[in-house]
């Protein structure tokens, strides 16, 4: 019995093992354990790879588009820079004439202009924004012509101010002598200063004394809209040469080259010659082209633009000369200017 029951044993455990190896002569089956963990260890050892390329591809990538990028950017730097200095020494070759052009013109001013203002006077107004190394040398270039400045007004940016209107009027009404009759009647303060300076500083058929005149200028002064350099001579001139700057630009702007170029008018309505000069002819409000346009005052008042440079200086000096021949010009190189400087007869 014992035998056979052994036998029976052992046959049921072979038949057991051949079951779970599976059928005969196949492989067992894996466990799921084992399944799992060779699936994510595939998963993990591709990915790795992948991003391994891509950062390899990138490096390499990067440097080879830094190289060509660098290589462009330092072709680009190196072609400015060359720019840079070839402009660089065209202004210096272009400061260089003009300095020379200058020294040219100002060592043939005396005998350009010898003779052609003598016996001549005239009275000089700056604005508010001339410079005064201008407002020096057209002096010196009148000088060099003969003429005699009387006087010299600079006129304040408080002149134009459109908050000092009401105090030039009310002081103009205050000081004005009786024999005074030609002032504006319209309220506008810089234009009846204006006018009365302008009628005090000028020779006119107004009834004026030298204390009125005293009188009327230090009261102006003391306003703080004018300075006066040196004395006023009494002898008073018919012409009159405003030296003007650049036109202004700040949030009045407009009220402020309104206000000058009134004060030009009345000046000029009382003038028998009047030259109005100024570094150019550009620039909103600019009195010079303001001039130029308008018909009427284009007929009367000469204009100079580039007063800055010693040519535009011999040109106002010399524009005053055709003056009293009774003619008007407009000079410069700025837009309305027939010549640059004009013609006059030996």
Same mark, same amino acid.
């Given at each position: 019995m014992r035998d056979g029951g052994g036998a029976g044993d052992l046959h049921h455990r072979t038949h057991l093992d051949a079951t779970a190896r599976g059928a005969v002569g196949q492989p067992g089956l894996p466990a799921a354990?084992?399944?799992?963990?060779?699936?994510?260890?595939?998963?993990?050892?591709?990915?790795?790879?992948?991003?391994?390329?891509?950062?390899?591809?990138?490096?390499?990538?990067?440097?080879?588009?830094?190289?060509?990028?660098?290589?462009?950017?330092?072709?680009?730097?190196?072609?400015?820079r060359n720019s840079n200095g070839q402009l660089r020494d065209q202004v210096e070759e272009l400061q260089t004439r003009a300095a020379s052009q200058d020294q040219f013109v100002q060592q043939i001013a005396p005998g350009l202009l010898a003779g052609r203002l003598t016996a001549r006077s005239v009275l000089l107004v700056s604005g508010p924004t001339a410079d005064s190394d201008d407002t020096t040398q057209v002096v010196k270039m009148i000088k060099l012509a003969g003429g005699t400045v009387t006087g010299q007004v600079r006129l304040k940016k408080d002149f134009t101010d459109p908050n000092k209107e009401d105090?030039?009027?009310?002081?103009?009404?205050?000081?004005?002598?009786?024999?005074?009759?030609? +002032? /504006?009647?319209?309220? &506008?303060? $810089?234009?009846? #200063?204006?006018?009365?300076?302008?009628?005090?500083?000028?020779?006119? =058929? !107004?009834?004026?004394?030298?204390?009125?005149?005293?009188?009327?200028?230090?009261?102006?002064?003391?306003?703080?809209?004018?300075?006066?350099?040196?004395?006023?001579?009494?002898? +008073? /001139?018919?012409?009159? &040469?405003? $030296?003007?700057? #650049?036109?202004?630009?700040?949030?009045?702007?407009?009220?402020?080259? =309104? !206000?000058?170029?009134?004060?030009?008018?009345?000046?000029?309505?009382?003038?028998a010659q009047m030259v109005l000069a100024a570094p150019t002819a550009a620039g909103a409000g600019n009195p010079v082209a303001s001039v130029r346009d308008d018909g009427t005052l284009a007929k009367t008042i000469s204009t100079v633009d580039g007063v800055s440079l010693a040519e535009g200086q011999v040109a106002a000096a010399m524009a005053l000369a055709e003056q009293f021949t009774g003619r008007a010009g407009h000079y410069g190189t700025g837009s309305g200017a027939s010549a640059r400087i004009p013609t006059l007869r030996s």
């Open positions: 354990e084992a399944v799992f963990v060779i699936n994510f260890r595939y998963h993990v050892v591709s990915l790795t790879a992948v991003f391994l390329a891509l950062a390899v591809g990138l490096v390499l990538g990067t440097a080879a588009l830094n190289g060509t990028v660098q290589n462009q950017i330092n072709e680009q730097v190196s072609g400015l105090a030039l009027q009310d002081l103009a009404a205050r000081i004005t002598p009786a024999g005074v009759t030609n +002032l /504006p009647n319209n309220g &506008v303060g $810089v234009e009846t #200063a204006s006018a009365l300076l302008a009628t005090v500083l000028l020779a006119t =058929k !107004a009834q004026i004394t030298d204390l009125n005149r005293t009188q009327i200028l230090a009261g102006y002064e003391g306003l703080g809209v004018l300075d006066l350099d040196g004395e006023v001579s009494k002898t +008073l /001139p018919t012409a009159v &040469v405003v $030296v003007s700057g #650049a036109p202004e630009t700040g949030t009045d702007a407009a009220d402020r080259n =309104k !206000a000058f170029l009134n004060v030009v008018k009345q000046f000029d309505a009382v003038a």
